[in-house]
């Protein structure tokens, strides 16, 4: 198929609203005549790559994947569906790998902060973690589920002073059941340092 350029962007933009309305068939269609026609083109291997992925065939979303890094390496989403796929395998090494470059790529982008994160979070490396939720923080500041994993990393890393400091901020901000559990955390802490009276005092004030 020969297009020129206006009409092959005509067909790319009618695949993408295709794929945007998870029509995954005839999309990867018009995706794969288009590859026909511009068979280096990065961005269609991408979102063919993309697609596969979003139906769960991962080794072929991979291959696609790959096939566009090959030809445009320094591409951030590119790197970052590729470690999610790797990640979905259990690939630790590549998963880290890509996800490190999309950091590398790019330091003023939030997911991949936040999905190293939560790896190193899930993988009981909080030291790792907590670092990386800090800067996803710094970047979006209102996302509950950060602020929540912070402060989960300050608990288990034995951060008290900063856990106990930042806790009413949050509370108010995210009353759910992690706060229950941080407020039930706190009495504990508390008790076992002697201030049992403050703890209770405390508790009682928020634990409903």
Not at 60 to 77: H, R, V
Not at 84 to 104: G, P, Q, R, V
Request: charged share 30%; aromatic share 16%.
């Amino acid at each position: 198929m020969n297009l020129n350029e206006k009409k092959f962007y005509e067909f790319l933009n009618k695949a993408i609203l295709l794929h945007n309305n998870n029509q995954f068939k005839e999309a990867e269609q018009i995706y794969k005549l288009l590859l026909e026609t511009k068979i280096n083109n990065s961005d269609i291997f991408r979102l063919l790559g993309t697609l596969k992925a979003q139906n769960g065939e991962l080794e072929e979303a991979k291959s696609y994947l790959i096939s566009s890094l090959n030809l445009k390496y320094q591409d951030y989403y590119t790197h970052l569906n590729l470690g999610t796929i790797y990640a979905s395998i259990d690939d630790k090494k590549n998963f880290i790998k890509h996800l490190n470059e999309c950091i590398y790529l790019d330091k003023n982008k939030f997911e991949a902060y936040d999905t190293l994160g939560r790896f190193f979070f899930n993988d009981k490396n909080y030291s790792k973690a907590l670092p990386l939720f800090k800067k996803a923080k710094s970047i979006k500041k209102d996302i509950d589920d950060v602020d929540e994993n912070i402060f989960k990393c300050e608990i288990y890393l034995a951060h008290w002073k900063n856990y106990r400091t930042n806790l009413e901020n949050i509370f108010y901000k995210i009353k759910n059941n992690f706060i229950v559990e941080l407020f039930a955390t706190l009495y504990l802490f508390n008790s076992r340092t002697n201030q049992k009276k403050n703890a209770e005092t405390y508790v009682k004030k928020h634990y409903k």
